[in-house]
């Protein structure tokens, strides 16, 4: 791939760099076709169990690249739509990984990479980053990224940053539960490596039915089918050797086959 790095530090991690230090891995199409493809290969990859998602140099990642946005000044309406689409399905892709995929978030992360870190399902940060929902300031809007921006960030915090296009900084989005872990930036590495290895140690089924779960609930009513539903989940996975497997070993008082 010529946007990224992708390493395999063993068969259950995965780590995706975005690999375009010199425009603070700013997105273009060719980003986005490989982001797409790289998660669209993960779903497939049975002995995965984590992915981290980072970027190269002093930025996870800038937003749109310039001479990208340059092109883009003369699409038409379908030239764009198809181009909005990419985006779209491509944060789809990474936002529907059936296992987690934890952002390491360093320096400036505007735009567009507040969308791909809001597809994350941990965000771990340094206390020096910036987010910014610039497109408001060019004449734009966050509408690709708006679905899962608004579900990480909140819809009062949204409606602000939305509008008004101010920098907020890793404490804010911390406070605001957008990013999970603060820390400082030469601790980041050790930060990610422990939650690397606090889901590594659970059952791989169990891991990915939890994230599931968490999708599926979220904003729904509790109705009489979602208690039904949820009582078929637990069953299920009560049935499955991962589950028998992991009631036995607690109760023998031994480590469970998949660690």
Not at 183 to 193: M, P, T, Y
Request: hydrophobic share 45%.
């Amino acid at each position: 791939m010529n946007t990224l790095e992708i390493r395999r530090p063993s068969p259950h991690v995965a780590e995706v760099w975005l690999n375009r230090p010199e425009v603070r891995n700013a997105f273009n199409d060719g980003v986005i076709a490989e982001l797409t493809a790289a998660f669209a290969g993960f779903a497939q990859d049975a002995a995965l169990r984590v992915v981290v998602l980072g970027g190269h140099g002093k930025a996870f990642c800038a937003g749109a690249d310039l001479s990208w946005m340059r092109a883009m000044a003369d699409y038409s309406w379908e030239q764009n739509k198809a181009d909005a689409q990419a985006l779209a399905d491509m944060l789809w892709t990474v936002y529907s990984c059936p296992v987690p995929v934890i952002g390491r978030i360093q320096g400036d992360c505007y735009a567009g990479g507040v969308g791909l870190a809001a597809v994350c399902d941990v965000l771990v940060a340094s206390d020096n980053v910036g987010f910014c929902l610039s497109e408001a300031k060019l004449g734009l809007l966050p509408a690709t990224i708006g679905p899962y921006v608004v579900r990480a960030l909140g819809e009062q915090a949204a409606r602000r940053y939305f509008t008004t296009a101010e920098r907020f900084s890793a404490a804010e989005a911390h406070r605001l539960g957008f990013v999970q872990a603060l820390c400082a930036a030469e601790q980041l590495d050790e930060r990610v490596a422990a939650l690397v290895t606090a889901i590594t140690a659970n059952g791989p089924a169990a891991v990915k039915a939890c994230k599931r779960l968490v999708q599926d609930l979220s904003g729904q009513p509790i109705t009489d089918s979602l208690r039904e539903d949820t009582a078929r989940r637990i069953a299920d996975i009560r049935s499955s050797p991962e589950g028998k497997e992991g009631v036995s070993s607690f109760l023998q008082r031994r480590a469970p086959a998949w660690i």
